[in-house]
């Protein structure tokens, strides 16, 4: 918002005057002009041999037809739009270990925008996503309405799949978003993974780990030849028991 102010004008002689004010329309990109025109009635009067200034106003008629008037100034409104610009978030998965076949868990992932982020970004509807077993999947496309920097949370839910180990880092994605004339543009897109070094501009990778042993309880599997460590413990601690008998029947013989 701003107020600009024309030149002083000079009045020679009393009388009722009015001036039109109007705007010319621009070639910048993104705005509308106003088509308003405002009409200004100035009265001036002789008093004692001095012009004097004894009235002003301002009056327009508006959009529904219903006459405005002003004392202060003529008011413009200029409306500046850009068209929307979209860009869709990728998150992947990997998977480590042997899965045995038919046991690739279903794995999902969820966007949250940053409470700090500017105006002008609308998540999609579905804010959510899902990966069977290794792979790649998109979220829904966030929409962008003005210039700005805006920041993103992408993290895995966490699941009950025995055997796997999910991933508990965040991903964070940075979206910088220009205005140049008028036309919003996609600058740069980052995706960091927090507490680490690593970045890329990409994708969020988030990676699970498969150990069958985990599907067991940390318990030895039958079959295992651990199985026989008991065992074999047991028949090694009798062996030692009927030496020692033995040898306590020889001393009590001598």
Do not use: C
């Not at 008037?69 to 409104?77: L, M, N, R, V």
């Not at 070094?197 to 969020?204: I, L």
């Not at 150990?211 to 074999?232: H, I, M, N, Q, Y």
């Amino acid at each position: 918002e701003d107020i600009a102010r024309f030149s002083t004008i000079t009045f020679t002689e009393a009388g009722t005057y009015h001036f039109t004010i109007g705007e010319e329309p621009g070639t910048a990109l993104g705005y509308d002009y106003d088509d308003h025109t405002w009409d200004l009635e100035i009265e001036v009067k002789d008093q004692g041999g001095f012009l004097m200034v004894t009235k002003n106003t301002y009056t327009k008629t508006d959009a529904d037809g219903q006459e405005v008037t002003s004392d202060e100034e003529a008011t413009f409104t200029n409306d500046y739009q850009v068209e929307a610009i979209g860009y869709t978030p990728t998150v992947t998965k990997a998977v480590t270990g042997d899965v045995p076949e038919g046991r690739d868990a279903q794995f999902r992932f969820a966007l949250t925008a940053r409470e700090d982020n500017p105006e002008g970004a609308v998540l999609p509807k579905e804010a959510e996503v899902s990966i069977q077993g290794s792979g790649e999947a998109d979220f829904g496309e966030i929409e962008f309405e003005q210039a700005g920097t805006y920041r993103f949370d992408i993290r895995e839910a966490d699941g009950h799949e025995a055997g796997y180990t999910y991933d508990e880092h965040i991903w964070r994605m940075t979206v910088e978003v220009a205005d140049e004339d008028g036309v919003l543009t996609i600058e740069e897109v980052t995706y960091e993974k927090l507490g680490t070094f690593m970045s890329n501009g990409e994708a969020a990778e988030f990676t699970n780990e498969y150990d069958e042993a985990v599907t067991t309880g940390g318990r030895v599997k039958t079959g295992d030849p651990a199985d026989f460590s008991w065992p074999l413990a047991g028949v090694g601690i009798s062996a030692l028991f009927i030496l020692i008998l033995l040898s306590w029947r020889r001393k009590e013989e001598e």
